[in-house]
């Protein structure tokens, strides 16, 4: 339900925040060199992603859920993709004389165990607590420890949008792991 909550508040946020951002980028996009306008276009996206995490902290009550959140946006000849949370995108393309279909790009899920992802909570406090049993269908949640010791937490994914009571002293992060601008005129005959 507060998971709900959170998903509502980005899709309706989201566009205003990143419109907002790409017009500046495209006010100054004379002045740079195309690689500069990606560069910005790619850094106004993770920054879209943190201001409206910081702008859901402000406006929805506690306690709060999360969510995760993938953005696919076309500017001109580019698809900037951005991920935050553990699901995965693809890019595919399709041959109609062969048939086929072709994946070209995947965005990476966010989990705890991966080690960049355990060592950036580890540093911020959290801990990742792994599955006893691997077949057991568990997974790697990412914990805190109490003043008495005991856990809390218990979130499967290393970032997402929300999940406020945990995203300072755990490490959960609205940051995408990674903002990629994808060329489509290499793709697309």
Do not use: H
């Amino acid at each position: 339900q507060f998971g709900e909550a959170v998903s509502n508040f980005l899709c309706d946020e989201l566009p205003i925040i990143l419109a907002d951002k790409l017009n500046d980028v495209q006010g100054k996009s004379l002045e740079l060199s195309e690689e500069q306008v990606l560069g910005e276009t790619m850094e106004a996206i993770a920054d879209a992603f943190e201001d409206v995490d910081t702008k859901g902290r402000l406006a929805l009550a506690p306690p709060s859920g999360g969510t995760t959140a993938t953005l696919v946006i076309q500017l001109g000849k580019y698809a900037f993709v951005a991920n935050c949370g553990d699901s995965t995108s693809l890019f595919a393309t399709y041959n109609k004389s062969t048939g086929a279909t072709e994946i070209i790009y995947t965005t990476r899920e966010d989990k705890p165990e991966l080690e960049d992802e355990k060592q950036r909570i580890e540093e911020a406090g959290g801990s990742v607590m792994m599955p006893e049993d691997e077949l057991s269908g568990e997974v790697a949640r990412v914990v805190g420890t109490d003043a008495n010791g005991d856990f809390f937490g218990g979130i499967a994914t290393s970032r997402s949008i929300g999940d406020w009571e945990f995203s300072d002293e755990l490490g959960i992060t609205p940051q995408p792991n990674a903002v990629d601008g994808v060329d489509l005129s290499d793709i697309v005959a």
